[in-house]
């Protein structure tokens, strides 16, 4: 199909990161959830880890622009978020799936990620198209015309990241997307993460250490709102020693790097 | 040197591009072009023994998996429908006309004639209901996608708010014309109120609001109206004015302030 | 009956009509499709899916808004092409080849059915790199990530390319 070709679309990448945030503050609810977090995101799959109430979940969601920083600046696919952004024009470029996200019962799973490309704006002739390649990219064809009420939780996970990479984002956010996921399907899904990572950045929260350990070329570590470490997984591991808590390298590497920090902190 | 396009490709042409041979660019630009919307010439591809067995190789593969049924063909009208209004605000609306409904039996029932009107009491905070579950995280399950995309923001906020009045002015209008009372005064407040639930809104949150407002309705004027047995003096025709001033202001502040419609409430968060 | 309606019929599960179908537009996006990817495994592939994906999917293209099926079918078949490159690993297009073999001296009757005028004598000046993104981007509808995905180039150089295309495009009509 013949199309015009806006010259926004050529104009020349002009950010060296695709996430750029320096001394980010978040709020949620009256907790200081990220506390002076700096950043530093390009192409690639990268791992989010912290404890329970690190802030991960809050950290996605400034990201995915749902919630306004308190302080500190956020700089997304090279648009400085200031007082009054725009952001209709960087949300087409976002995919982002929420820890809890919600769907109508009655939708099949097909109608849901199809609301989602409507909300998501983008053009109606690519929807049935882009809607079937990532229903079946998620594994989920042979599902696609039931009820989302009818979908097990780990389908209903694998419905969410469909909906997620509908729109073919540079910008990929996932807070616990392999929950719910048992072992093959969450294989399959490192796959689709590695592919994903080769041309959009991406960045998974999860509790799941191996996860991270397979797919991601980089790890962030953040506690208490704060950085701990940023490295590849690699390097998290070498931070670990023998009499550190954990059952695989990457673990112990985490617990390590976790207590050196808070050890500091105090 | 080159001649304006025809109408049709040239046999030639075809058959060039059928064997993968070079073409001169702008005739293959035209070419490609043309024959993605003309099924004639698209016909008209001469397919070489080797395309034939290449396609009829590919043909028993798709004829095999392709299993089942295909997606049922959804009507157009329900997909546009839920644009504007999610299921899950529809129930709600329902709950509005409900309301309604109940007003005008009241009305209709009631022998003395002398009671004030309860679709004029009602018809102000009967499409808060609606309005509410629009915009209220634990009603709508996909509020926070939703308030995450692109679309979210006032196109989303005018869709939502259409749907509520596209569904309870008319029912609104109906019973108003049913129990014999000025229409003005039943649908300018009712406007009134919505704009101002969703201007309040933008500042504590849209299902507070509605509360807010609810509550301030039932309290200042239901209740003494109904102790009383007078209208009320806010339901007045000469207040009409003011309440078309109230919508304009609300109006304004709801646009004005969209943006806090694409993100999430901070207060509701854990 | 045409395209569109015989889609429509496809999509209520008529497996003839969905024969019917491939028989017409099979050839034309064959041909369209293997003149981008050298791999022949890989365009049966790709056109294998993209069927499958109008068998599964035929009703959403009667339910959205009008535009040809044959349209509707190569945006399919291209973003199948761009998702195959990009699980496969990039295989060169043969066409850059083929160009280079043919040369300027093309035979005067093909020249029959081309672009009108000046635009034509523009794209006929196009080097091939800047030719195939232009194509990429402008005939075959895809976004720039998904160029770069087909023609394995970064997704900066493809920009830069169509800006020079464009440019050079502006250049040879003035």
Same mark, same amino acid.
């Given at each position: 199909m013949v199309r015009k070709v806006a010259a926004t679309e050529l104009a020349p990448t002009t950010y060296g990161w695709h996430v750029q945030a320096d001394g980010l503050q978040v709020r949620a609810g009256r907790r200081m959830a990220v506390d002076g977090l700096d950043l530093r995101l390009g192409l690639g799959v990268h791992g989010l880890l912290g404890p329970n109430g690190a802030g991960k979940t809050t950290l996605i969601r400034a990201l995915a622009t749902v919630l306004r920083p308190a302080g500190g600046t956020l700089t997304l696919l090279g648009e400085q978020l200031g007082a009054r952004p725009d952001l209709r024009a960087f949300r087409r470029r976002l995919g982002y799936l929420p820890q809890d996200f919600g769907f109508y019962p009655r939708f099949t799973v097909r109608e849901f990620v199809e609301y989602m490309a409507w909300l998501k704006e983008m053009p109606p002739r690519d929807v049935p198209g882009a809607v079937q390649r990532t229903i079946e990219q998620v594994g989920l064809a042979d599902r696609a015309d039931d009820r989302m009420k009818t979908l097990s939780g780990g389908m209903l996970r694998r419905a969410g990241i469909a909906q997620a990479i509908v729109n073919d984002p540079d910008l990929l956010l996932l807070d616990e997307p392999t929950v719910g996921l048992d072992p093959t399907q969450r294989l399959e899904f490192r796959t689709l993460l590695r592919e994903l990572g080769e041309q959009s950045c991406v960045l998974v929260s999860t509790h799941l250490v191996e996860d991270v350990a397979a797919a991601c070329t980089? $790890?962030?570590?953040?506690?208490?709102?704060?950085?701990?470490?940023?490295?590849? %997984?690699?390097?998290?591991? +070498?931070?670990?020693? &023998?009499?550190?808590?954990?059952?695989?390298? /990457?673990?112990?590497g985490y617990t390590a790097l976790l207590g050196r920090h808070r050890a500091v902190a105090r | 040197m080159s001649r304006t396009t025809e109408r049709h490709a040239e046999d030639d042409v075809l058959a060039a591009y059928v064997a993968g041979a070079a073409i001169p660019l702008d005739a293959e630009w035209a070419l490609e072009a043309h024959l993605e919307n003309c099924a004639r010439c698209r016909a008209r591809l001469a397919v070489t023994p080797p395309l034939a067995e290449f396609l009829a190789t590919v043909w *028993?593969? /798709?004829?095999?998996?392709?299993?089942?049924? !295909?997606? %049922?063909?959804? =009507?157009?009208?329900?997909? &546009?429908?839920?644009t504007w209004a999610p299921p899950s605000q529809l129930l709600w609306l329902l709950f509005g006309v409900l309301v309604t409904a109940a007003a005008v039996g009241i009305d209709v029932l009631d022998a003395t004639g002398?009671? !004030?009107?309860?679709?004029?009491?009602?018809?102000?905070? +009967?499409?808060?209901?609606?309005?509410?579950?629009?915009?209220?995280?634990? $009603?709508?399950?996909?509020?926070?996608?939703?308030?995450? =995309?692109?679309?979210?923001?006032?196109?989303?906020?005018?869709?939502?708010?259409?749907?509520v009045l596209v569904v309870m002015i008319p029912a609104l209008a109906a019973a108003g014309v049913v129990t014999d009372v000025s229409?003005?005064?039943?649908?300018?407040?009712?406007?009134?109120?919505?704009? @101002?639930?969703?201007?309040?809104?933008?500042?504590?949150?849209v299902a507070r609001a509605a509360v807010v407002l609810g509550v301030l309705w039932v309290v200042a004027v239901i209740v003494p109206s109904l102790a009383t047995t007078e209208l009320s003096a806010l339901l007045a025709p000469a207040g009409l004015p003011f309440w078309g001033l109230a919508v304009a202001a609300a109006g304004a502040v709801t646009v004005l302030r969209s943006r806090v419609f694409t993100t999430l409430p901070s207060t509701n968060l854990p | 009956m045409d395209d569109e309606r015989l889609l429509r019929r496809v999509a209520k599960g008529d497996r003839r009509a969905f024969e019917e179908f491939y028989r017409r537009t099979s050839p034309w996006l064959a041909v369209r499709l293997r003149r981008r990817c050298a791999?022949?495994?890989? &365009?049966?592939?790709?056109l294998q899916d993209t069927y499958l994906a109008v068998w599964r999917g #035929?009703?959403?293209?009667?339910?959205?808004? @009008?535009?040809?099926? #044959?349209?509707?079918?190569?945006?399919?078949?291209?973003?199948?092409?761009?998702?195959?490159?990009?699980?496969? @690993?990039?295989? !060169? *297009?043969?066409?850059?080849?083929v160009m280079e073999a043919a040369g300027p001296g093309a035979d005067e009757t093909m020249l029959a059915s081309t672009v009108a005028g000046d635009v034509g004598d523009a794209l006929a000046t196009l080097a091939p790199e800047l030719r195939q993104v232009l194509q990429a981007l402008v005939l075959d509808g895809l976004s720039v990530k998904e160029t770069s995905a087909l023609l394995g180039i970064p997704e900066g150089t493809v920009k830069t390319r169509a800006r020079r295309a464009r440019l050079a495009m502006r250049e040879a009509m003035t």
């Open positions: 980089n $790890v962030v570590l953040v506690d208490e709102g704060r950085m701990v470490y940023q490295g590849t %997984p690699a390097e998290v591991a +070498a931070a670990g020693g &023998a009499d550190d808590v954990g059952d695989n390298p /990457i673990e112990r | *028993t593969r /798709i004829s095999a998996a392709a299993t089942g049924a !295909p997606a %049922p063909v959804r =009507s157009r009208l329900l997909r &546009a429908l839920r002398h009671a !004030p009107s309860l679709v004029l009491l009602v018809a102000p905070v +009967a499409p808060l209901l609606g309005v509410a579950a629009a915009w209220t995280r634990g $009603v709508d399950p996909m509020a926070e996608l939703a308030v995450a =995309s692109p679309r979210a923001g006032l196109q989303l906020v005018l869709r939502r708010t259409v749907a229409l003005a005064v039943c649908l300018v407040p009712c406007l009134a109120f919505t704009a @101002g639930t969703l201007a309040l809104g933008t500042v504590v949150g | 791999d022949e495994q890989l &365009a049966a592939e790709v #035929a009703g959403a293209f009667a339910s959205t808004a @009008g535009g040809s099926a #044959a349209g509707w079918l190569w945006t399919v078949a291209a973003r199948r092409l761009v998702d195959a490159f990009r699980r496969e @690993g990039r295989t !060169p *297009t043969p066409t850059e080849e």
